[in-house]
């Protein structure tokens, strides 16, 4: 009977379950003697969700956290899933003949979860003689939020370096698309 599922006592009796959608051939799933809740998806890929920033233009220039345009949304399917951050942020900072650099961090809705810090002196950028970094900025973060409401994750990011208030930035996706992919996966 395609379409269906049959559930075997152990006498031989069956009882069948249908469905609208086909399930083609006939399966065989085994299920344990036990008391308990059956989970056949621990540690499973459950569902991905992307969120990507393309502004170049976009400049932090202070020594507190401002959001970065980074973020995407997730809604758990259970308490007990958890939820594995990539973020990678394409960044460029720059400091007038100082060390620049900048701390990113990982807010799950407005909760700090995680912070990641870049600092590099490059001095390579064009030919300028000040200082710049702009390689990537890659982190993750495996979260449990014990939720199965919607859940925003986010960057904000500070600027580090003498060159506050004097024209140093740090710019989140200067050197491409950043992207926050989230992937919950099964408790």
Known sequence: MPGSIKIDDGSGNYTILTNAGSLGSDKTLTIPNETGTLNTISGSVLQVVQGTHTDSTLSITANSFTATGLSASITPSSTSNKILIVVVHHPI???????????????????????????????????????????????????????????????????????????????????????????????
């Not at 495996?142 to 199965?148: I, Q, R």
């Not at 200067?174 to 992937?183: C, K």
Request: aromatic share 10%; hydrophobic share 25%.
């Open 93 to 187: 900072t720059y400091a007038p003949g100082d060390i620049p650099g900048a701390t990113i961090e990982l807010l799950r809705d407005t909760t700090q979860i995680n912070t990641d810090q870049t600092i590099h002196k490059g001095d390579a950028h064009d030919g300028d003689s000040n200082s710049y970094m702009g390689q990537k900025s890659v982190f993750n973060f495996l979260d449990s939020p014990s939720s199965t409401s919607s859940i925003t994750y986010s960057t904000k990011a500070k600027y580090i370096g003498t060159g506050i208030g004097s024209g140093g930035y740090f710019k989140p996706s200067y050197y491409g698309t950043s992207t926050i992919t989230l992937m919950e996966i099964g408790g």
